[in-house]
């Protein structure tokens, strides 16, 4: 029988794990497969780590690695799919707003051949308006500049065949934006639209910081559009002040005058500093993301879990997934 993992980053989740993983049993139990549910605490600081370990110790089917500390939604993710076996591999968040009932579809399309099945959310119930548009303008603004299409409302719910997963595990940059590195590598996609409902209980782990972040990560990662706009931004100030030295030649030779004007210094060296220090800011994000990328670090570190009774496979094994 085929395998099939479902991995499920959590971080703070004491009042969801349970009432998931009943959901997940009640969706999987009755389809023809067998399942691991591969838990992913990203640094729990409240109970959830119990409530793993009594889930795995009631059933073996679960299996939970803690990282040694928050990670980041993205590093739990890639985790888990660096360790999950099945055939096909789920990835869908802890806390209900990846309906488990999804499930038997994207089976249905897994069984079709499609190696990957990706949801797109169309709207997520109880969400602020401002979080809505600022999310929609992002995606307009990131597909404007970005080299590979990145869907609106994509989201990190989907099914990758093991294939796909393989692929996957051989990316290791550490600032990750995986609905965009998932999109860009091919592979037979299909998309499925659904409503995100709300969070089952507790309240959203990600920060405005750690938005942000993402935010961020997702536009420096897929363009380097913004380091021209030093580039373009030059040309055109060159094209004005030559305008202006011509008018400077004019008021001097042919009216015989000179040109007053210490306020408009004042202004130009202030918007040219202003400028040019957008642009070192933007070159100093690009620097900073090489830096942290050419330390190599591991993405995340495991305190415990499945890479330790990995058959036949040592640390040596695990630091190179890691
Ligand atoms: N999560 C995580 N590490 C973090 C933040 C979140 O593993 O640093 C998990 C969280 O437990 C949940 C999933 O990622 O299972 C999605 O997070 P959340 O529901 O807070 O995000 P939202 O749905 O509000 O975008
Ligand atoms: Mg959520």
């Excluded at 210094?265 to 620097?287: A, K, S, T, V």
Aim: net charge neutral; aromatic share 12%.
């Amino acid at each position: 029988m085929k395998l099939i993992s479902i991995v499920v980053p959590v971080y703070n989740e004491e009042v969801n794990i349970r009432h998931f993983y009943e959901a997940i049993r009640d969706v999987m139990e009755p389809l023809p497969y067998t399942f691991e549910l591969v838990f992913v605490d990203d640094g729990s600081t409240d109970s959830s780590r119990s409530i793993l370990r009594e889930l795995e110790a009631q059933d073996e089917r679960v299996q939970s690695i803690f990282l040694a500390k928050n990670s980041g939604h993205q590093l739990a993710l890639t985790c888990g799919l660096d360790y999950a076996d099945g055939d096909a591999v789920i990835m869908m968040d802890g806390d209900m707003q990846h309906p488990p009932e999804l499930i038997p579809t994207f089976l249905a399309e897994w069984e079709n051949g499609y190696e990957v099945v990706q949801t797109i959310r169309a709207t997520t119930e109880g969400v602020s308006f401002i979080k809505k548009a600022t999310s929609n303008l992002y995606y307009k603004l990131l597909n404007m500049i970005s080299t590979v299409p990145i869907q609106p409302g994509g989201s990190d719910f989907r099914l990758m065949d093991r294939v796909a997963v393989r692929a996957f595990r051989r990316y290791r940059e550490h600032a990750r934006f995986i609905r965009g590195m998932v999109g860009a590598m091919g592979y037979r996609q299909k998309k499925i639209t659904f409503v995100a409902p709300p969070r089952y209980a507790g309240v959203s782990k990600f920060s405005p910081k750690k938005m942000l972040n993402f935010a961020v990560d997702g536009i420096l990662a897929y363009s380097t559009l913004p380091l021209r706009f030093g580039l373009y931004g030059g040309v055109i100030c060159g094209f004005v002040s030559f305008c202006l030295f011509l008018h400077v030649l004019f008021v001097k030779y042919v009216e015989n005058d000179a040109v007053p004007g210490w306020a408009t210094i004042l202004g130009c060296i202030l918007f040219f500093g202003g400028f040019q220090l957008i642009i070192l800011g933007i070159l100093g994000e690009y620097i900073g993301r090489i830096f942290e990328e050419t330390k190599a670090r591991p993405l995340y570190l495991i305190a415990r879990g499945k890479p330790k009774d990995e058959a036949g496979n040592g640390p040596s094994s695990v630091g190179a997934r890691g």
